[in-house]
Structures are given as C-alpha cells and as structure tokens.
C-alpha cells in the first residue's frame, strides 16, 4: 500500500469522457485521488457528494480532483451527470491504478469477507508526492474530513 512520502506509481487510467489521466499529466498541480467500489451506491454517493458539496475549498486551494473505481467511462458519465459532480471520475476497470496503489484486496463488508476496493483517499504535491492518506474515510462527510486534514497539513508545514 502507498504510504506518506511515496512517489504516485506509475498508471494510465481515462475519465469519463476519455481523458487520459497519468502520473506525467498529473504533474505541476495538486490532486486528491478519492478511491471507492463502486458508482451509485449508497456509501460511494454519499462520500462522492459530500467531496462535492465541497469542491470549492478544494479549488480555492489549487487541487484538482478525481475519484477512481473499476466502472466504466458510461457509468461515470451517468453518476456525474446525476448528482452533478464537478470533478472527474477516473475508470479503472483493469484496476491497474487501483492495484498500484495497493488498494484492492480483501476487506470486511457487511459482515463478510469480500475482494474489492479499500475506501481511501491520496493527496498528492505538485512534484507526485503522497502527503495525506485517508484510509478510514466517513463516508456522510468525507469533504469535510478532508479539508480538516489538509489544514492540519498546511499547519504542519508553516511550523516546520
């Protein structure tokens, strides 16, 4: 699993309108990389609207953002469309991107073993260095969550 510090591994995945998105295109800009199962269900909604709901703090702050799952560049579509996303989803049905970063495997869900995607969220520097992890991700406020965690980021970095 990428940890703080890592450099980004190397992948090649498409948004949902067939933009190729790479560690070199992602390059000179910061990215908040949201990981999750799967379009349109109940926790991946709510984790998805809540990064939308507050998507201008992240702009504000010059990061780009994308969301990543194994679905389909359609189903993306259909997903962003719906519930009026202002970032891109990226579509990594090969799970290339997901397994590079470590996190597929097996997890707990609903009280059973299953294979699938670990709910994590990467930020990432201009230079395509991790600088935050979030792997326990609450899904109703995940935007929130998130912006608390680049604020103590920013703290951190003024004091050192």
């Known amino acids: 699993m990428i940890k703080i510090g890592d450099r980004i591994p190397s992948f090649s995945s498409t948004t949902e309108n067939g933009t190729v998105v790479?560690?070199?295109?992602?390059k000179g800009t910061k990215h908040?990389?949201?990981?999750?199962?799967?379009?349109d269900s109940p926790g991946c909604t709510k984790e998805a609207c809540s990064i939308r709901d507050n998507y201008k703090y992240f702009t504000r702050n010059d990061y780009v953002v994308y969301g990543v799952?194994?679905?389909?560049?359609?189903k993306h579509q259909k997903f962003i469309d719906k519930f009026e996303f202002q970032f891109s989803?990226?579509?990594d049905v090969e799970k290339e991107m997901i397994n590079a970063f470590g996190l597929w495997g097996p997890k707990k869900f609903m009280g059973r073993e299953i294979v699938g995607v670990y709910r994590t969220?990467?930020?990432?520097?201009?230079?395509?260095?991790?600088?935050?992890?979030?792997?326990?991700?609450?899904t109703k406020e995940h935007g929130e969550q998130l912006i608390e965690?680049?604020?103590?980021?920013k703290t951190r970095s003024l004091v050192n």
Do not use: C, R
């Open 69 to 74: 799952s194994p679905d389909k560049e359609k």
């Open 149 to 153: 965690e680049l604020k103590l980021t």
């Open 22 to 26: 790479t560690p070199e295109t992602m």
């Open 121 to 138: 969220t990467v930020v990432v520097n201009e230079e395509g260095i991790v600088t935050n992890i979030i792997s326990k991700v609450k």
């Open 89 to 91: 989803l990226l579509a």
């Open 32 to 39: 908040i990389l949201f990981f999750y199962p799967k379009d």
